[in-house]
């Protein structure tokens, strides 16, 4: 039987979400409210057996971060793969705001979206971000690959999947 691990986007594609109990649902839905990533356990014929939550710690100079590149003119963009509820929940703790913060994204929107950001006649990836000339992207894992290629700058973090730090211009060998 094939076992299956993830998200609600793939669950919805193997059509086991309605196997998900009323009170499950309700329970994932207020990790997500509450900033976590949402993730399933199905096996096929039994449907969803499992859920689970995970959260992502901020570093304590996030924020600081932010602020300071916002001071600095750079307009600062979230692009990730988590659900909406753990994006909304980081950008809030580093201070970027909501129509910044792109979540859900598989791989090729990431690309898309840097690809948007270097059109010189629009700016559609952040519609409230003023056109830039440079598209700096930043990520650690397997999913940023193709968007840091893309980017003028990429920049992967040491401690993330080898194929980002192999696509990026520059690699951040220590995490501090």
């Known amino acids: 039987k094939q076992v299956y691990v993830g998200n609600t986007r793939l669950f919805t594609e193997v059509n086991m979400m309605d196997t998900l109990p009323p009170k499950y649902q309700a329970a994932t839905k207020e990790w997500n409210k509450m900033g976590g990533s949402v993730g399933f356990l199905g096996i096929e014929g039994q449907g969803i057996v499992g859920t689970f939550c995970v959260d ?102 040491g401690e993330g999947a080898a194929l980002a730090m192999e696509m990026s211009d520059i690699t951040l060998m220590d995490s501090n």
């Open 56 to 157: 992502d710690a901020v570093r304590d100079e996030a924020r600081d971060v932010v602020t300071s590149l916002k001071e600095g003119g750079i307009q600062v963009i979230m692009l990730t793969g988590d659900g909406d509820g753990a994006a909304k929940a980081v950008g809030r703790q580093v201070g970027i705001p909501e129509n910044c913060i792109f979540s859900q994204l598989l791989p090729e929107d990431k690309l898309h979206h840097i690809g948007s950001m270097k059109s010189p006649t629009s700016n559609s990836a952040c519609p409230t971000c003023a056109t830039k000339s440079l598209v700096l992207m930043c990520g650690d894992g397997v999913n940023d690959a193709p968007a840091l290629a893309v980017a003028d700058v990429g920049v992967a973090m």
